[in-house]
């Protein structure tokens, strides 16, 4: 085989695709930004016609049905958002004057298990008028398609992240629910569906076993037992999350499995395919209606329309024309994840895949079978090999175009994506269509044994390889961006690739590929073995996560709530902690750690004395500190000032107080991290003498107003004092009355709602304060 073989033609780009991104982008900063976004959007149209009219019958005849089309896909972008806000808010205006109990709310959604609640889509209607969609929060879950009418609280969107999250996704506000009144089960077609899929998990036992957990992930779309098995965080981390969620791979072997019966029937053949095309909307609905499948499905009704009429399909522009018609006519969908990532997939694979087989052909040519292999092995190794070069390129193409999302989303970025997905896609399929024959078969256990044991065998194999992958070192690594900036790279990476479209030698990639994974090791090594010394006070809403790093030492002092903290530790680009030191067991301090034993290697977890960390530490080693017990990070110390006695973690005058100090020759710093340790046990510590003169305080228990009184702030003395606290928190913190004092003892006062990340260096005149939103003063 020559080592110079041509590239594949490049393709055509429709106008249904650019139509799309120009409302996908106007959609979603729309959504976000509200009016001045809309009226931005209008701007920009109005603009683009003005150009159009002036240039272009002279200079660009050919781009006017082009330009016609984005023009109009802006307009019809900007009345579907403007009735999108319109909408909500007439939802949450009716919501805060009227009783919760007066209005109907249907599940939409399987609920998911929150920090404090089970949490889920809701649809509001009174009077049998559909108003919208809230967030329904309960402690106990609801079974989707259920009605319940309940005492609650409405809380209308904020102007935070969340609430401009849960705008974009087409939700008015939340509910929270005080007490239930009543529940009403679906009726009809839609109750008969869900009352199936009900009986099917049931049938599944989704909680017995991984494999069951991901039986009923992949054939009914249920994820609740998936998550509380931890494998939802195993599959993104192997970069496989996709493989469970139902698209139209999943579509495809119901269609294979149903369309034997169906062909050998006497029906005509547009019959046939409005057979197959009601059978996968059925699983559709019973799968719960999720974006990317109400999209594979719309696809397929396209494609079926296209080859009854005669007509050559284009999957492109099917792509593009059915994920537009979804934006526009539902504009939250362009807030969902799922939906995001579900077109960022299939555009890119009809745009890019045939580029990235041609790089994958040349650059792994296909082995030739051995010659005294019999012909007809000889063509299941040759078709072997071609599914898995296919499978390579189809995955780096996935994860290239959804890397901003799923980065933006997740804060990681899976390196053992592309070998994870060789090695399971070819399992998935028969663990896939098992799980569809023992669903078949729910109402006859007999029968269905067989097939489950099928599926618990692949199923087993599937979690086992998982687990595999992901404790391979360096098998994902933090990784935060800058969702528009990164999408925006992609785009013009993209657009570049399509215009140049090159053909190459196996040495040129080669070489290529080399100088990528040179530059990736440099950086690694740079912060895995010489990290900067700093204390970085991390911004993870309301909570505490201090990072404190020398040379290939760090620890992490708290995690915050959630998984906030990931996103910190890739801003700080951390791929590994020596330990993670838990202050006390609040939420705000250690409920991020399953998050970060998930995004980065751990080698251990430090609690007080009287401290049980319980699962929490998933099966790590556990160490134990106490009083005047000190640990080193490089050339940092930290030193155990308080509590006096051990205790068990509970309660905020139990969290350990910090000393740190650092002796750099002639840089220093010292610090008091002081948890959520109030004015009481700091005042104490340094009665004792254990604590002095500071550089930086670590302010307690967020900035309370009982965190530090005027006589412990002069006493330490600090030059700069940080907050960590959550923007819109109810708290109240910092409170003013915390900030008065500390500012009148002459320190400098931040807090991470305005700084954002706190990095705070030795110096050698003081610490060298650097803020990520900004340079402190």
């Known amino acids: ?113 929150g920090a404090d609640a089970w949490r889920g889509r809701a649809v509001a209607s009174r009077d049998g008028a559909v108003a919208g969609e809230v967030w329904l929060l309960f402690d106990d879950p609801i079974e989707q398609g259920l009605t319940v009418r309940c005492v ?289 078969l729910a109402w006859a256990p007999p029968l269905q044994a067989p097939a489950l044991l099928v599926t618990d065998a692949l199923g087993g194999v599937v979690a086992w390889l998982v687990a595999v992958l992901g404790r391979i070192p360096l098998a994902s690594v933090a990784a935060s961006v800058d969702e528009g900036v990164a999408l925006a790279v992609m785009l013009g990476a993209s657009g570049a690739l399509l215009v140049w479209w090159p053909p190459v030698s196996r040495r040129a990639l080669a070489a290529g590929l080399g100088l990528a994974s040179a530059v990736g090791l440099a950086w690694l090594l740079r912060w895995r073995l010489l990290a900067p010394a700093r204390v970085v006070v991390m911004d993870v809403g309301q909570g505490d996560a201090i990072l404190v790093t020398d040379g290939a030492s760090s620890l992490l002092v708290d995690t915050g709530p959630g998984d906030a903290v990931v996103a910190a530790l890739a801003r700080a680009n951390v791929t590994h902690l020596d330990a993670v030191l838990l202050t006390h067991l609040h939420d705000d301090h250690a409920g991020g750690l399953g998050d970060v034993i998930g995004a980065v290697s751990v080698g251990r977890v430090i609690v007080g004395e009287g401290v049980d960390p319980g699962d929490a530490a998933a099966g790590l080693p556990v160490g134990l500190v106490g009083y005047g017990d000190a640990l080193s990070v490089g050339r940092f110390s930290l030193e155990v000032v308080s509590p006096l006695e051990p205790a068990d973690g509970s309660g905020n005058e139990g969290s350990l107080e910090l000393l740190l100090s650092f002796d750099g020759g002639a840089r220093s710093l010292t610090a008091l991290l002081a948890a959520d340790a109030e004015e009481p046990e700091t005042s104490a510590a340094v009665a004792r003498g254990d604590v002095g003169d500071v550089d930086l305080l670590k302010v307690g228990h967020h900035g309370s107003a009982a965190s530090v009184g005027a006589g412990t702030a002069a006493a330490l003395d600090p030059e700069v004092s940080v907050a960590s606290a959550g923007e819109g928190n109810s708290y109240g913190h910092p409170d003013p009355a915390c900030v008065e004092v500390l500012e009148g003892a002459g320190s400098l006062f931040l807090c991470t709602i305005e700084c954002g990340d706190v990095t705070v260096e030795p110096g050698e005149s003081g610490p060298v304060v650097t803020c990520q939103k900004g340079v402190a003063p």
């Not at 729309?30 to 959007?41: K, Q, R, S």
């Not at 007809?376 to 193409?397: E, F, I, K, Q, Y």
Request: net charge positive; proline share 7%; charged share 10%.
């Open 1 to 113: 085989m020559s080592e110079r073989i041509p590239p594949p033609p490049r393709p055509a780009l429709p106008h249904a695709f650019w139509a799309l991104l120009v409302a996908l982008g106007a959609m979603r900063a729309a959504l976000a930004l509200t009016p001045p976004a809309l009226a931005l959007a209008a701007g920009s149209a109005l603009a683009g016609a003005a150009a159009l009219a002036a240039f272009g019958p002279r200079r660009g005849p050919r781009l006017l049905p082009l330009a016609a089309v984005i023009l109009a896909a802006l307009s019809a972008s900007g009345l579907a958002c403007a009735a999108e806000l319109s909408r909500q808010g007439a939802l949450a205006a009716a919501l805060s004057s009227s009783p919760v109990s007066t209005w109907e709310l249907r599940l939409a959604s399987d609920m998911s298990r």
């Open 152 to 440: 609650g609280r409405f809380s209308a969107n904020g102007d935070d992240d969340w609430g401009a999250s849960s705008r974009a996704q087409g939700i008015a506000g939340t509910v929270r629910v005080v007490r239930l009144l009543g529940a009403e089960p679906p009726g009809g077609i839609a109750g008969a569906v869900l009352g199936l899929r009900e009986a099917v998990l049931s049938s599944f036992d989704a909680g017995s076993s991984d494999a069951r957990a991901l039986l009923a992930g992949s054939v009914c779309g249920s994820t609740a037992a998936i998550s509380e098995r931890g494998l939802d965080e195993a599959f993104a981390r192997c970069g496989v999350s996709h493989l469970v969620a139902v698209s139209g791979g999943h579509l495809v072997l119901v269609c294979a499995l149903a369309a034997a019966p169906i062909e050998r029937s006497r029906l005509a053949p547009l019959a046939r395919a409005a057979a197959l095309l009601a059978l996968t909307a059925l699983f559709v609905a019973f799968c719960g209606s999720p974006a990317s499948a109400v999209r594979s499905w719309a696809m397929s009704l396209v494609a079926s329309l296209s080859r009854l009429a005669g007509r050559r399909g284009h999957p492109l522009s099917s792509a593009s024309l059915v994920s537009l018609s979804m934006a526009l006519a539902d504009p939250g969908v362009t807030g969902q994840l799922g939906y995001l990532l579900s077109v960022a997939c299939v555009c890119g694979i009809c745009a890019l895949g045939g580029y990235a087989r041609y790089l994958v052909r040349v650059l792994l040519p296909a082995p030739r079978p051995p010659a005294a292999a019999p012909p007809r092995l000889a063509r299941a190794l040759s078709r072997l090999a071609g599914d898995a070069g296919d499978a390579l390129a189809l995955t780096l193409v996935s994860q290239a175009v959804t890397l901003p999302l799923t980065c933006a989303a997740f804060s990681q970025l899976s390196l053992v994506a592309p070998l994870a997905n060789v090695l399971l896609a070819p399992l998935f399929s028969p663990f896939l269509g098992a799980g569809l024959v023992a669903a078949c």
